[in-house]
């Protein structure tokens, strides 16, 4: 896969991205682009990459929202499905700071990314503190905090 240089081959990229079938080949691939961000080419860049990291955040909720529906008190599960959610924010950040970005849009981008995760982990956590007798979801959302999000 070659690295992308005109705003076609960016909306291909930011397909393949949408699609989350070849994340760590398609990060390395955007990590090497070029664009010039001139005239309008820069808010509609921003405008499509901003509806792909939407789309996976929704995804990733909605993937959740499934494992949780279908889970049946697995415990590891519940975890994994945590853990899920954390991968996706890390991709997410990732992609977020590639270099065709300038800095501090980036910085903004990476920002409200780790705040939407914190957002998830509290509301998960008022949740379980209504409904959890044992104290078993409190401790397993505690350790797989899904805005565990340190050094990226």
């Given amino acids: 896969m070659n690295a992308p240089r005109t705003y076609s081959d960016w909306m291909?990229?930011?397909?393949?991205?949408?699609?989350g079938s070849q994340d760590s080949e398609i990060?390395?691939?955007?990590?090497?682009?070029?664009?010039?961000?001139?005239?309008?080419?820069?808010?509609r860049f921003a405008t499509q990459m901003n509806s792909v990291i939407q789309y996976r955040i929704k995804r990733a909720s909605d993937k959740f929202d499934r494992?949780?529906?279908?889970?049946?008190?697995?415990?590891?599960?519940?975890?994994?499905?945590?853990?899920g959610l954390r991968k996706e924010f890390i991709f997410l950040i990732q992609f977020a700071q590639i270099p065709v970005l300038p800095s501090k849009e980036a910085e903004a981008l990476?920002?409200?990314?780790?705040?939407?995760?914190?957002?998830?982990?509290?509301?998960l956590e008022a949740t379980t503190v209504k409904l959890d007798r044992t104290g078993m979801?409190?401790?397993?959302?505690s350790k797989n905090k899904i805005d565990k999000l340190d050094g990226i």
Wanted: aromatic share 4%.
């Fill in 137 to 141: 979801l409190t401790s397993i959302i």
């Fill in 110 to 123: 990476c920002q409200a990314l780790k705040e939407q995760a914190t957002t998830m982990q509290k509301s």
């Fill in 12 to 19: 291909n990229c930011f397909d393949i991205i949408r699609s």
């Fill in 67 to 83: 494992l949780m529906q279908m889970n049946q008190g697995d415990m590891i599960f519940f975890g994994n499905a945590l853990l």
């Fill in 27 to 43: 990060l390395e691939c955007v990590k090497k682009g070029t664009l010039a961000l001139s005239g309008g080419v820069a808010g």
